[in-house]
């Protein structure tokens, strides 16, 4: 790979600034300090591995100039292919790589074209100036160190140093010979513990067999404690039970004791006393009862007696009911006929004013004989419909007459119109005939003058050609001379004059035509001038025409002759026209014209006088035919206006026979017709209004009388009565005695009823006194004292039997029956409740004591048996195994990886030996190659131990030597020789990068200088060499020892 | 003859850890430590089933080594059980479980016979009230037993033969080099004999080494209890019908079984895509397992580009929490026990072997040491750290020739793919 080019676009004091046609081999950068060589070889190793951190602390070089920050670098590779690199500080930083075909790639298209070179070894072998050149620690940077130690390893970036590093860590995981913490130690530990745990559980089980013997022995003791136990509980039990049924025991004697004091009765009626009590009770209620009873019919006879009732009312109950149901349509009839009374007034009147309206006599009678028939009605439409029309007529034929004396008058006026024009046209009255002769004359004229005209140029030619003749008759012709050329330029002139003229009067349209035809007419006259002399004298006949002439002329003279007769024959002929034609001589063409204009003038005249004579005449007949019309219609007229006159008097004496006004037109009397209708139907309701007045009366004085004849009956009658107040007290009392008869009805039924209980009553009564005395019979007793005294012993006697069973049965249930119940009887016969309690306490106690006993040797078998099932169930063991086993496989498995790893680093290790025995002095031979040029053969070989990170020179002499013990000057050739030598071995395997300088040449004497050179030039065949300087000297060294070397001076000012 | 029918099981090892399972959760550990139990409480129901007439048990019930009393216990409930129903029970001993190997005292129910270890003894079976077998057997008086004991054995006259007999031994038949030779004999020593059916014990794996007069049968174990231990386990049910001919039929009575599955990552590309092949292969496992636990060895082999990423650290050990996880609750559970990588990468050995830098002299050294006897044995050397070590002398078995080349290839492999990653070709 190599520069082509670079483009900084703004990167501290450059600012668009191009270094263009770099060299493959070397070029010299010279300028003085601070001329910016150490900012271009920033700007070259920023560009290819970015820019650093603001925080890192370096120089950032930020565009002091302008542009922004960053730039490109175009590089070529082997084969020639161009790629620009290109970097700006804004953004993301990264990198674009532009391909020739210009596709773009990144930081990993970068790192293929830098062959994986990354910063560090950029850096340190291929770009650097005298501080890193003197700083051996940048050799031995990691990266550099593997590079150097793996130069051509194919490893790609990988470390091998690292990879062996990783592999001791991953393996110091899986175990370690001092440690705890690694699995497998771990593992080691947890076997071992589970191990010691397993031996606890073995000794464990070997005492199950011991355990088992005591387990036996124990289970022996405790069955025969437990026997012992239960005899001591039954007499325990049996003690327990006679003090249990003392009480009974003492009860059973005491019942039978108070037994014998009770006398016997033989039988006693089962609840006697409660029966007894029970119908005592009923007795005492029925009495009672029937003592109620017979209370409640005294009750009644008294209200009966109370009660009295109207019978007459009774018996007009229908009648006054039929008056209560009629009572609301008497009062409405009272209530409504003061209204009826007030419409039939209001009526009335309105039907006097509405007779007024028609006509001031008229009344009611006129208005019943006044016939409002339809007939009637469409006789006064057809009356009015015949004076319309009779007007109408009127009007229209007054019109038409109008009409025709409007006309008559226009016609008169026209008439006089046309007189007027007749009058002043009558006066250029002119002769018919002269004009029509005049004007054939003048035709003549016309025609004859061109033939004059045309005979005397006839003549004149003949004239001329006479002169020629007698000219060329002695001499030979003269050559005619030429027609003039100066009319033409005249009229070219001419017409160019016009046009400035016409252009100054702004009309050069018509200039430039007028120019035109000037000049065509120029051109026409040029033409016709030589034709006319071609023509006229055409060459080589010079000599036979003046024979011809001669004859000729001769000709020339007859036809003169014949000629001038005719010319005077017209003349004449012209001359008499012109006479006619009022003309002294004969005219000129324009006077015939004049003549001509004049003479139809006059023609026309007299035909405007033809035409308005015939308007007249139309005129004065219109007028007579109009008169005529007039008459006519006048008379016409004259008999409709009798006709109307006639129609209006017939209609007055219409209305008069009706008695109506005679003034009225038709369209009153129709409008008077809709007021006689109101009339009569205000008429017709008067009438209704009357008949229900009088109805409504009636029907008040049926409804009244009916009212006091009932009131009569009822013996209520009395002078003056309110039909309603008299009404409304008679329903009430009506109402009153109604109610009083059914509450006598009720008080029978009552009365009855109650008789039929009280019989009831007395009968349930002698039923219960004759049950108490048989019930006082079978308690063996004579009255009811003696029957109570009876019970209370049955009831005693019985009480005492039950106690001495139940005693008997609580001591059996005890006891047991049978024998077994005897003999407690017995034992309770022959003890005391003392003695008994006494041995009670005894065996309580002992047993107590046999309990406890027996417990504790349970507990000690529990403890025994719970030991064994311990040991039995012992499932640890098992476990345990299990989880020894499944450590075991892991650390089988962990042993694995463990050894892999290490086989791993064993084998890597023995292979980098290898490696560095076998292939890494191509790194130190070509160092050495270069050191010994440089140091002029001083010294002779450099040395590499494996195992040490050292490197020793040896001089030719052999002795070796450590690096502090060389000069400042050695020391850097060294330095520089290593480089070169990994810059020829790197270049061997991978693509082979341009290499930078930054003045690293200055502590070199001028013999190793020189040598220093060489070496470049060396190096310069294989990569592409950048020398930054600021010593012309070391330019001009380089540049003798490498004459095809460039330079380039970067002072930019 | 009455015609009767026997079980003959072998190599109970009973409460013995399963061997080879590197991580188990709390759940698989209850289930591993009760299956030895399972399978052999399974082979007592059958024989209360099928109301046999008496079961062999050849030897190795337990391993004494353990002193595992549970083991004891169980086995004698067991027999308890079967006493109960009035089957009748024989036992020799083996090498895991000699006579004079430790065991507590206790008291074996009524029909329960075990055979002495000093000579061989014979007890005549009944069946109501007639004699229907004769039953020679003998156990391991000690574990050392090296030598033929077919030879204490009486060799049975054809003629005179009128009973069906029985021979039970624990013995290594033939040259079976997968167990250790204790009491080695040939298929010949036994068919001398002229017994009917030789019951016998000792190798794991079930076979029928003779299947006509006499039938000699290994039962096998009832449970695998290591990974090679793979496949269906059981016993054999022997009936023998009124001619005195044996047939014998196997029942499986495992409770949990041992599935080892290869897997090839040849056409594998993704993790995502071995673990779909993984819940495949569970599937399938869970299916042929009879609706039994089961516990899966998967062995990764071939080459490809999953290599790499699975032979980080972590990977597998991820793959494997993921997929047990999903298992956790399932009553039938499939453990994957382990993920063997035996996979390589896509290498070129070849062009690699070519190269001309430091990884050709890397590839050419791996050669050598996984070649040369001596350069190998140097290489044994950088283990000793570990494997000299006290606990490491103690726990960890040293490495055979083929363990460590198989090491060596991997190492090989890691260091491959640390330096150079995926980019082999």
């Known amino acids: ?1053 | 003859m009455k015609p009767f029918s026997f079980i003959h099981t072998a190599d109970l090892h009973l409460d013995s850890p399963f061997k080879g399972i590197s991580e188990v959760n709390e759940e698989i550990s209850s289930e591993l430590t009760e299956a030895t139990f399972k399978a052999f409480n399974k082979i007592i129901d059958l024989g209360i089933e099928k109301q046999i007439d008496f079961l062999l048990i050849a030897g190795d019930i337990y391993d004494g080594g353990d002193r595992s009393l549970r083991a004891q216990l169980r086995f004698r409930d067991g027999l308890k059980r079967l006493s109960d129903a009035g089957i009748k029970a024989f036992i020799v001993h083996g090498n895991h479980d000699p006579l004079d190997g430790w065991s507590v005292n206790l008291d074996w129910p009524k029909n329960v016979h075990i055979f002495k270890g000093k000579s061989v003894e014979k007890v005549s079976v009944e069946k109501d009230g007639e004699e229907i077998a004769q039953i020679y057997g003998i156990s391991f008086h000690n574990r050392e037993i090296k030598t033929n004991l077919t030879n204490k054995y009486p060799k049975m006259s054809q003629s005179k033969k009128a009973l069906f007999s029985i021979g039970m031994l624990h013995c290594n038949v033939g040259t079976n080099t997968e167990h250790e030779p204790y009491a080695p004999c040939t298929l010949q020593d036994l068919i001398i004999r002229n017994f009917d059916y030789w019951a016998l014990g000792h190798v794991h794996k079930k076979a029928i080494i003779n299947e006509d007069n006499p039938l000699v049968i290994y039962p096998g174990n009832p449970q695998g209890l290591h990974p090679r231990e793979t496949g269906a386990r059981g016993c054999f049910l022997v009936n023998v019908d009124e001619k005195g001919e044996p047939t014998a039929e196997f029942i499986e009575v495992d409770s949990m079984r041992w599935f080892v599955e290869e897997l090839s990552i040849d056409a594998l590309h993704t993790e995502q895509e071995l673990i779909s092949k993984l819940h495949n292969y569970i599937e399938k496992i869970r299916k042929e397992a009879m609706g039994r636990p089961s516990i899966c060895r998967i062995i990764l082999t071939g080459r490809g580009a999953l290599h790499s990423s699975i032979a980080r650290k972590g990977v597998l050990d991820d793959v494997l929490k993921d997929i047990r996880e999903n298992e956790e609750g399932e009553k039938q559970f499939v453990w994957i026990e382990s993920i063997e990588d035996y996979t390589n990468p896509e290498i070129d050995w070849k062009s690699l072997l070519e190269r001309k830098d430091f990884i050709g002299d890397l590839v050419k050294l791996f050669e050598e040491f996984s070649h040369d006897e001596n350069k190998m044995a140097e290489l044994k050397d950088s283990l000793d750290p570990l494997f000299t070590s006290p606990s490491g002398r103690k726990l960890l078995e040293s490495i055979d020739d083929e363990h460590f080349r198989y090491l060596i290839k991997k190492a090989e492999a890691l260091c491959l793919d640390k330096l150079i990653g995926g980019k082999f070709t």
């Open chain 1, 1 to 1053: 790979m190599k520069f082509e080019e670079i483009y900084i676009d703004g990167f501290g004091i450059f600012h668009n600034y191009h270094i263009k046609n770099l060299t493959p081999g070397l070029t010299i950068f010279i300028g003085p300090n601070e001329a910016g060589k150490s900012t271009i070889l920033s700007f070259q190793k920023r560009i290819l591995f970015g820019f650093p951190d603001r925080r890192s602390g370096l120089n950032l070089y930020p565009p002091l100039a302008g542009g922004n920050h960053g730039g490109r670098l175009i590089i070529s590779n082997a084969d020639n292919t161009r790629y620009t690199i290109e970097r700006y500080s804004k953004g993301t930083h990264n990198v674009k790589v532009i391909f020739p075909d210009g596709s773009t790639g990144g930081t990993t298209e970068l790192s293929n074209l830098l062959g994986h070179a990354n910063k560090d070894i950029f850096e340190n072998i291929y770009a650097f100036g005298l501080t890193e050149l003197q700083d051996f620690e940048t050799l031995n940077s990691e990266a550099v160190k593997g590079r150097i130690y793996s130069a051509g390893t194919g490893i790609g970036a990988v470390s091998l140093s690292e990879v062996q590093k990783n592999l001791e860590t991953e393996a110091g995981s899986f175990f370690k010979e001092r440690g705890s913490k690694p699995e497998i130690n771990a593992l080691f530990n947890e076997i071992k513990s589970i191990d010691s745990r397993l031996r606890e559980i073995e000794k464990d089980t070997q005492n199950f067999d011991r355990l088992h013997n005591e387990l036996e022995e124990i289970t022996k003791e405790i069955a025969n404690v437990e026997q012992e136990r239960n005899q001591i509980r039954t007499k325990f039990n049996h003690t327990t039970n006679l003090i249990r049924v003392w009480d009974d025991w003492r009860k059973i004697q005491e019942a039978k004791e108070r037994l014998q004091k009770i006398p016997e009765i033989e039988n006693f009626p089962e609840n006697g006393i409660e029966l007894l009590e029970r119908n005592i009770e009923k007795i005492d209620e029925l009495n009672e009862s029937i003592s109620e009873k017979n209370e409640g019919l005294k009750k009644i006879k008294i209200q009966k007696s109370v009660t009295k009732i109207d019978e007459k009312l009774i018996g007009n109950k229908d009648k006054i009911l039929e008056l209560q149901k009629g009572q609301d349509k008497y009062i409405s009839a009272t209530k409504g006929l003061p209204t009826l009374e007030e419409n039939l007034k209001r009526d009335k009147e309105g039907l006097k004013g509405s007779l007024h309206e028609i006509g001031p006599d008229w009344d009611e009678e006129k208005l019943s004989k006044f016939d409002i028939s339809i007939p009637t009605k469409e006789t006064v439409r057809r009356k009015h419909n015949t004076l319309e029309e009779a007007k109408e007529k009127n009007r229209d034929t007054e019109k038409e007459v109008q009409g025709i004396e409007q006309n008559i008058k226009n016609i008169e006026e026209e008439i006089e119109k046309v007189n007027k024009h007749l009058k002043t046209q009558s006066l250029q009255q002119i002769d018919e005939k002269k004009l029509e002769q005049e004007r054939k004359s003048l035709q003549l004229l016309r025609i004859k003058y061109p033939n004059l005209k045309e005979k005397e140029v006839d003549m004149r030619n003949l004239e001329e050609k006479e002169e020629l003749f007698t000219i060329l008759k002695p001499h030979r012709a003269e050559p005619l001379p030429k027609l003039p050329l100066w009319p033409a330029l005249m009229l070219i002139a001419a017409g160019i004059v016009s046009l400035i003229l016409s252009i100054f009067g702004n009309n050069w349209v018509i200039g430039i035509s007028i120019l035109a035809i000037l000049s065509i007419s120029a051109t026409f006259y040029i033409i016709l001038s030589r034709k006319e002399l071609s023509t006229t004298t055409p060459e080589g006949f010079e000599d036979k025409e003046a024979e011809d002439l001669i004859e000729r002329s001769r000709d020339l003279s007859e036809r003169r002759n014949k000629l001038e007769s005719a010319l005077q024959k017209i003349k004449n002929e012209i001359l008499s026209n012109a006479q006619i034609c009022d003309f002294e001589d004969i005219p000129d063409p324009q006077q015939i014209e004049n003549k001509d204009s004049e003479l139809r003038a006059a023609s026309e005249n007299q035909l405007k006088l033809n035409e308005l004579k015939k308007q007249q005449e139309t005129l004065d007949q219109k007028l007579v035919k109009l008169s005529e019309e007039a008459n006519t219609v006048k008379k016409k007229l004259e008999a409709l206006r009798k006709e109307e006159e006639k129609a209006q008097k017939e209609w007055r004496n219409w209305l008069t026979e009706r008695g109506l006004d005679s003034e009225l037109t038709p369209e009153g009397t129709i409008d008077i017709f809709a007021t006689i209708k109101t009339c009569i139907e205000k008429q017709k309701s008067i009438e209704e209004i009357k008949v229900r007045i009088n109805s409504i009366q009636q029907s008040i004085e049926k409804y009244e009388t009916k009212v006091s004849s009932v009131l009569e009956d009822c013996n209520r009658k009395k002078e003056e009565i309110n039909v309603i107040v008299e009404l409304e007290k008679i329903t009430e009392e009506l109402n009153q005695a109604i109610e009083d008869s059914k509450t006598l009805e009720q008080l029978d039924i009552d009365e009855e009823s109650l008789k039929l209980e009280l019989r009831n009553l007395e009968i349930k009564l002698e039923e219960r006194q004759r049950t108490v005395s048989e019930l006082l019979s079978q308690g063996f007793a004579e009255s009811e004292t003696e029957f109570r005294e009876n019970a209370r012993n049955w009831e005693e006697r019985n009480k005492l039997m039950d106690e001495i069973l139940q005693g008997e049965q609580n001591i059996k249930r005890i006891s047991g029956d049978g024998k077994p119940y005897f003999d407690f009887i017995n034992e309770l016969e022959e003890t005391s409740p003392e003695d008994l309690e006494e041995k009670e306490l005894q065996l309580k106690e002992r047993l107590e004591e046999i309990e406890n006993n027996l417990s504790e040797l349970r507990e000690k078998r529990g403890g025994i048996a719970k030991e064994i099932e311990q040991i039995e169930r012992g499932e640890e063991g098992s476990f345990l195994r299990m989880e020894k086993t499944v450590k075991m496989q892991k650390l089988k498995k962990n042993s694995d990886e463990w050894s892999i790893l290490t086989l791993a680093r064993t084998i890597m290790g023995k292979a980098i030996e290898k490696y560095e025995q076998e292939r890494q002095p191509g790194v130190i031979k070509e160092a050495q190659s270069f050191f010994s040029k440089m140091t002029l053969g001083r010294y002779s070989r450099i040395y590499a131990p494996l195992d040490e990170a050292k490197i020793y020179v040896e001089d030719k002499d052999g002795r070796r030597k450590d690096i502090q013990d060389l000069s400042r000057g050695t020391a850097e050739q060294l330095y520089l020789s290593l480089r070169f030598g990994f810059v020829r071995e790197f270049s061997k395997r991978a693509e082979s990068l341009p290499i930078v300088f930054d003045d690293i040449l200055v502590n070199f004497d001028p013999k190793r200088f020189r040598a220093a050179c060489e070496a470049i030039k060396e190096l310069a065949k294989t990569n592409q060499i950048l020398y930054f300087t600021c010593h012309p000297e070391s330019v001009n060294l380089l540049a003798e020892i490498m004459p095809d070397s460039k330079i380039i001076d970067i002072n930019v000012d």
